[in-house]
């Protein structure tokens, strides 16, 4: 069924509807590639592997012009594989679905299955080092593999949150900047009878932008059921900070996240610091450095990574990649770089590493 859907959503790609006062337009982004990594469950592995540089997302989005400034707004995105064709999320607008209202004097409200303040205020702020060094490896994953996080595809994949997890049930404010200063808020309703906090979630963000400069802080709170009736449910909790810089054909960014699980105590940081230079129009390199550490329930494991992306743009859409990633962790610990989402995948070893070519569009 899933494939299904993905045929029928590309047959009608090349649609755009535009009323007065109004407008729909579908979009998408797709990357795919060929990686070598070095020891994944014990073994060497050369796999075709998509959604790495960047996830691959087919979207609807539309607005109408109320008035006075005013627009109704919509979107529905899907995340896909571009090997099998497949869905990523179990529903098929599962990485993004809502509506809500946007005005330039009062702000942005949406209502749905959208992205919190780990993702709004660090990542889409451009304050998160992992969108200019590499995409889904250069994102925090590492060897805390006791970490477990619910719904989670390893239980400690992506845990920064900063590659972009939605919130279902949501209701989500974004304020209009003042000064350069902006601010958010988000609650997620757990929706279980006679307990109004249950399996809900919450996000904040702050946002300082001017110019080259930018800082962004946030806060996100995510309640999961116990694994059978009755246990006591999960809290996930997370916060983080970071910054950018542009200068000249540079940019670099910088940020602290950190992950705790409340119910086991299980607690994690990852402290990155990356660049992006601009070398000519078509040519770009990206350089980044992380650090992670994890608590006693985490054995205090601790890794460093290394991240390197030379890309080259074909075009205005696509570009072509080479990529390098390497991580090496404490002795007695498995190494784990993000995007590696088969639960077994960690090495076997305290080093891993991953080269990787790839081919990125957009339409």
Partial sequence: MKKRYAVVLFAVLPIHCAFAQSNVTMYGLIDAGVSYISNEGGHSVAKFD???YAPNLFGIQGAE??????????????QFQVGTGATVQPALFGRNAYVGLDDP????????NVYEFMFTSLTEA??????????LYSFAAGPFQKLGIPQNPTGWFGWARTNGIPINNAVKYQSPKIAGLSFGALYSFGGV??????????????NYDHGPFGLGAAYTEQKYPGAVSGSPQIAIRNWGVGAHYALG????????????NEL???????????TNWQITPAFSLGLSYMYMKGNEAL??????????????????????YAEGVYQRANSGAQADINGILNPGGSSSSASQAIARVGLRTTF
Avoid: W
């Fill in 50 to 52: 998509d959604g790495i």
């Fill in 65 to 78: 012009d109320l008035g006075g400034g005013t627009k109704a707004i919509f979107k529905l995105e899907d």
């Fill in 105 to 112: 004097r009062f702000g942005k409200l949406t209502l749905g």
């Fill in 126 to 135: 451009q304050n998160t080092p992992g969108l200019i060094s590499g995409g």
């Fill in 193 to 206: 009878a006679g307990s109004f906090g249950s399996n809900s979630g919450m996000s904040f963000g702050l």
């Fill in 249 to 260: 054909p540079t940019l670099t960014s910088a940020n602290l996240v950190t992950v705790r």
């Fill in 264 to 274: 086991t105590g299980a607690y994690a940081y990852a402290g990155q610091l990356a």
């Fill in 299 to 320: 054995d205090d494991n601790h890794a460093n990574q290394l991240n390197a992306i030379l890309s080259y743009s074909l075009s205005k859409r696509t570009m072509v």
